[in-house]
Structure formats: structure tokens, C-alpha cells
């Protein structure tokens, strides 16, 4: 072999791709540097071979050396165009037999090649040794199969550099530095090949295409070194980066918003005009927290005016390079309103358990003392009546002993309404017209109430019956029209009875303020409605609670007893009230048969709430 200037550079060539496809090949665990690697390796040899073969001073030695190095010719360009997909993220596409197919014609062509002269003249139609210049050359005449790969090699470098193309495009302005070192790494190779192929060959004939895939390896390794070309990689934005559910923003060292993933546009940007490449602090500005924390390591929570009702939690990250220099940040928001929802509704779903206990307590302490209790009073009564039996018409002691049997009767009805709140009263069942029912304690009732409360009776007359206890469902009754004059407070004013029947289903009947929900289905309803004050959130949500009361002279056990009644009829009750705007409570009763009789809703509507000033429920007695 003789030496001269072009078989060492080419000689050099070949170590400097090789030195390239080692260092690559280290750091082979980064998406698409084996093939990398691999493909340096292909260079390596064919810059090798050429090498030898423009040292080599007869025919058979150069042919020698030209079929070795056709084997980094042939696979080079199929390593670049997979290197291309496996880089880009469009690697995952192709299937094991389809990688394979794309190296038959570069098999076939270094087959052809090494079999030329002895067998078919297929690839080369003549081969000769050309001694005109300073050393031998091959002087070939390309046959068809020649142009065969040439037109594939070129097709393999040209989709690479597409498939590049398109990942520039479509890549934020942090990648693109990558992506523009590879595709210049493309152009070279190519446009020495072509020049060398259609005879533009300034350098004595000699093939250029080595030494720019040599200087394709340099640039890459530019690459590598100033935009870390196989740490941070488009495959890994795109199929991590864009796909994550939380929205996530990147800002660079100096401060601009260099990226953002799907979701991150969505939420920050659904209008599409969020510029990348400002200031966060300009284009984040709808959102100085989110832009605050953009430029420092913090954590905040944080409500953006482009998603209204989410609520984020936002950490801001610093991002360094290998030498512990400042990168950029990397700002993660999390969605946390579904937990702040679920919270809330756990919060209250606790706060109803726990009133629900504390009732029920109540109702057992309640009922407990009530039972007791009466028995001592039936003692006193009893003793009472035998005390004044015995005594004379005229004595002085009748009219004190008459005041206590009185107090003892008052207290008898206090132990009912505890009996009743605590589900243990006496009930006689019967059939119970409620309209009826409605209208007789009315009656009885107006001249008590006072001339300044006006009754509104909107009483269904077919309405069907049903089975309860009358007297109990009188007391309801004369509760409900009790509390709602006193809500009136000596003001003029209305209540409005309203009876009638409805279908409810589970949704209606949550609002129930019974802890034992019925079944959806008919129902029987008793609506009183009034205009008075209204009730406080407070006052509204306890006012079922045993011995709680707004009034001075007030027991706290009407709407108690009243909660027990409907209870133990396996009742609901809806309740509707507001501070200023009046009170309503619908007590609704199960029937049966009734799945035909006209049914009416018995939530408050938008002109009975109009004409009572209903905003909905409760009174405390």
C-alpha cells in the first residue's frame, strides 16, 4: 500500500468516525444513539476501505477493498433514515420483518457487487483501472442495478432528512437547535454523493461522500456537547412530555416560556395566543402568581381566569445541566378540584353523620326521660284527683290543688312531644283525609292567630287517604300553622296551606331532613308557607334539634315532635327558608293507589315563591 495525502485523510476519517461511533455507543441507552453508533461504525469502514483502496496500486486490491467498504456504503444510509424514525419518535411504527425489508436491496447490492466480474456484470457493465493521476483509480461504467441503489440510498437519506424536516416544524423552539444540526448532518453526505455520482468531482476524482459523513459525526457531536442531543430528546417530549395529563410549562435560563404541553394550552392558552419565546412574566401576565412562580424554586395553589372553577396546585423546579448550571424551570400544575370536592362532600357527609347520632341520642335520651316521666306524672294526677275526692266542695286547698293538676297535665304534653320526636308515641292508625284534616284545625285556628295573618287554603278536595294516626297528624298540623304565625311576629302577613299529591324521586327525597328516607314514589304532601322573617343557615340546620328554639318563650320541641311524627310514618320532610324570605316546609306521607290521581310538584316554584316571598324551610319552635 502507498500512502499519499487523500488515503490519510480518508485514514483519519476513519478514526475520528470511529472514535465518534465508541463514545455514541456508550451512551447508547439514550433513544436512537445505537443507531447512531451503528451508523458511524458503517462510515467508519467505508472511510477505511477507501482509504485502502486509494493506496492500493493494482486492480484486483482496490476491487478487494471497494467490496469492504460496500458494506458501510450499502448500510449507511438505511441506519440514518431509522436513526431519523427511532430519534423523532416515529420508530415505534415499524415492526421487526418491516426494519428487516429495508436492508434486502442493500444485501442484493453488496452481493452484486462482489460477484460482478466473475458472474453477471450487473452492477458494474465494465471495470478498469485508471492510471492517469498520480495513483490508480476504478474507473467503473455503472450498470442498471448500480443506479438501483443509488436511487435507494438517496431515497433513505432524503426521508430521514423529511422526517427531520417535520420534527423541526412541529418542534418548540428548545429543540430545534437539535433538530438543525441534524438535518445540516443529512445535506452534507447527500449533496457530496450527488456531486461524485453526475461526475462533479474537483479533487482528482476522489469520492467526497466519507469525509462529509465524517463531518455529519462532528456536527452531531457539536450537538451532542452544546445542546445535549441524546439527553433531552424530541421521542421523549413527545411521548412523555405532551401526553401528561397535568399541565406543564418549561422556562429557559433567561426567564421565557419555551414550552408548554397539551394541557398546559389548554387551561393557559385555550384562544391559541400564548407567544413561545417571551418573558413568562409577558405572557404569563393574565396570571402573575403562575408567572411568579416561573422564577423561582416555590409552591403555590393557585385558580387561573381561563379554567374557572379548577383549582391548581403548582410547583415550580430548577432544571441544571451536568456542570450544576441553571437550565431553566419546569412548572407542573395539579388539578386539585375533584379533591377539593371530594373533601367538601366527605366534610359533609361527616358533619349529617354526626348531626344524625347527635339526634338519635337525643331521641333516646328523650324518650327514655318522656316514659319515666309520665309514669311519675300519672302518679301525681292520680293522687291529685283522690286528694281533692276527699275533700269538701268549699275548702280553701281545691283551687291550688287544681293549678297543679293543670302543671301536671302541661307536662303531660311535653312528655308526647317527646314521645313523638323519639318515634315511641302511641299511634292509632286510620285512614286520614289531610285536606280535611287541614281545613277543620284552620277554623279553629283564625281567630287565635290573629286579623292581621291572611289564610291561603289550597286544599286538593280529591285528594286520597291514607293511613296514620289522626290526632298525630294534627299536631303537625297545628305546629306547622303555630310556627309560621310566630314568624310573623304581630306583622301583617299570609300563610299558605297547600296540600295535593306528587311523585318524588331519590334525588327530591335527599333533601329529606328525616334520617330514614322512604322509597321514591306517591306521595301525599302538606305544604305550609309563610312570609315572615326567614331563617339563618344556623337556625335552619338545627331546627329539628330537641329544646332548640329562637323564641323567648319557646320550648324547642314543636318541630322536634314533628320530625317524630312524620318518622314514624315513614315521612319526609322538605325544608325552605331563607333570611327575608319566608319559610316553607312540605311534609310529604307514602300512599298507596294514588299512581293515578294528578300529581303536582311540591318544591316551591317561581311564582309561589314571587307571591310568598318562599325561599325555603324551617322555623324553630
Known amino acids: 500500500m502507498s500512502l499519499n495525502p487523500y488515503a490519510i485523510s480518508l485514514l483519519i476519517t476513519s478514526v475520528i468516525s470511529g472514535s465518534l461511533a465508541l ?17 458511524m461504525a458503517a462510515v467508519t469502514l467505508w472511510s477505511f476501505a477507501y482509504g485502502h483502496e486509494l493506496g492500493s496500486p493494482d486492480l484486483a486490491t482496490i476491487r478487494c477493498w471497494t467490496v469492504i467498504g460496500y458494506a458501510g456504503i450499502v448500510t449507511a444510509p438505511v441506519l440514518w433514515l431509522l436513526f431519523a424514525l427511532r430519534y423523532s419518535g416515529l420508530g415505534g411504527r415499524l415492526i421487526g420483518w418491516q426494519t428487516g425489508a429495508l436492508f434486502i436491496i442493500p444485501a442484493l447490492t453488496l452481493l452484486l457487487n462482489a460477484t460482478n466480474e466473475r458472474l453477471h456484470f450487473f452492477y458494474y457493465a465494465a471495470v478498469a483501472l485508471d492510471a492517469s493521476g498520480p495513483f490508480p483509480l476504478l474507473d467503473i461504467h455503472p450498470a442498471p442495478w448500480y443506479w438501483v441503489h443509488v436511487g435507494y440510498s ?23 437547535g437539535q433538530t438543525t444540526v441534524l438535518l445540516l448532518g443529512a445535506c452534507l453526505p447527500l449533496a457530496a454523493n450527488i456531486a461524485y455520482v453526475f461526475g462533479v468531482r474537483p479533487l482528482d476524482h476522489i469520492d467526497l461522500s466519507p469525509l462529509a459523513f465524517t463531518a455529519t459525526g462532528l456536527l452531531i457531536t457539536f450537538g451532542i456537547f452544546r445542546y445535549s442531543l441524546f439527553d433531552l430528546t424530541p421521542i421523549a417530549r413527545n411521548s412523555l412530555f405532551e401526553d401528561l395529563r397535568d399541565p406543564v410549562l418549561v422556562v429557559d435560563a433567561r426567564g421565557r416560556l419555551v414550552d408548554l404541553n397539551r394541557a ?3 387551561a393557559l392558552d385555550p384562544g391559541g395566543l400564548l407567544m413561545l419565546g417571551a418573558p413568562a412574566a409577558e405572557a404569563l401576565a393574565h396570571s402573575p402568581p403562575l408567572a411568579a412562580l416561573c422564577a423561582d424554586d416555590d409552591h403555590a395553589e393557585l385558580a387561573l381566569d381561563t379554567a374557572p372553577g379548577h383549582a391548581y396546585d403548582a410547583i415550580s423546579t430548577a432544571l441544571c445541566d451536568r456542570r450544576g448550571r441553571l437550565a431553566g424551570r419546569i412548572v407542573v400544575l395539579r388539578d386539585i378540584s375533584e379533591v377539593r370536592r371530594a373533601a367538601s362532600e366527605r366534610l359533609e357527609i361527616e358533619r349529617k353523620v354526626q348531626h344524625t347520632q347527635k339526634l338519635e341520642s337525643l331521641g333516646v335520651l328523650a324518650g327514655g326521660i318522656a316514659h319515666d316521666f309520665s309514669n311519675l306524672l300519672m302518679a301525681v294526677l292520680g293522687n291529685l284527683d283522690l286528694a281533692r275526692f276527699e275533700m269538701p266542695a268549699n275548702h280553701p286547698a281545691h283551687e291550688p290543688l287544681g293549678d297543679a293538676e293543670r302543671a301536671a297535665r302541661r307536662a303531660g304534653d311535653l312528655t308526647r312531644q317527646l314521645l313523638a320526636y323519639a318515634g315511641k308515641g302511641a299511634f292509632l292508625i286510620g285512614p286520614v283525609n289531610l285536606s280535611r284534616l287541614v281545613e277543620e284545625i284552620t277554623q279553629l285556628l283564625r281567630v287565635s292567630v290573629g286579623k292581621l295573618i291572611t ?13 296514620g294516626d289522626s290526632a298525630q297528624i294534627q299536631q303537625i298540623v297545628l ?31 335527599s333533601r329529606s331532613r328525616v334520617d330514614q328516607r322512604p322509597a321514591p314514589g306517591a306521595f301525599i304532601y302538606l305544604a305550609a308557607i309563610d312570609t315572615g322573617h326567614g331563617m339563618s343557615p344556623l337556625a335552619l340546620e338545627r331546627v329539628f334539634e330537641p329544646f332548640f328554639t329562637t323564641k323567648q318563650l319557646g320550648r324547642g320541641l314543636g318541630m322536634a315532635a314533628v320530625l317524630g311524627i312524620v318518622r314514624g310514618h315513614n315521612g319526609a320532610i322538605l325544608v325552605d327558608s331563607a333570611l327575608g324570605q319566608g319559610t316553607r316546609v312540605t311534609v310529604l306521607f307514602p300512599v298507596m293507589g294514588a299512581e293515578k290521581a294528578p300529581c303536582h310538584d311540591p318544591r316551591p316554584d317561581t311564582a309561589l315563591a314571587a307571591d310568598a316571598s318562599v325561599g325555603a324551610a324551617g322555623r324553630a319552635s
Not at 455 to 467: G, H, K
Open 154 to 176: 438517496y431515497a433513505c437519506v432524503l426521508v430521514g432528512a423529511l422526517v427531520l424536516a417535520r420534527l423541526w416544524l412541529h418542534s418548540p423552539s428548545l429543540y430545534r
Open 23 to 39: 463514545y455514541v455507543w456508550v451512551r447508547r441507552a439514550a433513544p436512537g444513539s445505537t443507531l447512531f453508533s451503528l451508523m
Open 479 to 509: 305546629n306547622l300553622i303555630t310556627n309560621a304565625a310566630e314568624a310573623l311576629g304581630g306583622q301583617p302577613g299570609s300563610i299558605t296551606l297547600t296540600t295535593g299529591v306528587c311523585r318524588c324521586d331519590a334525588d327530591c327525597l
Open 455 to 467: 289564610f291561603d287554603l289550597q286544599l286538593d278536595p280529591d285528594l286520597p287517604v291514607f293511613e
Open 264 to 266: 398546559a394550552r389548554q
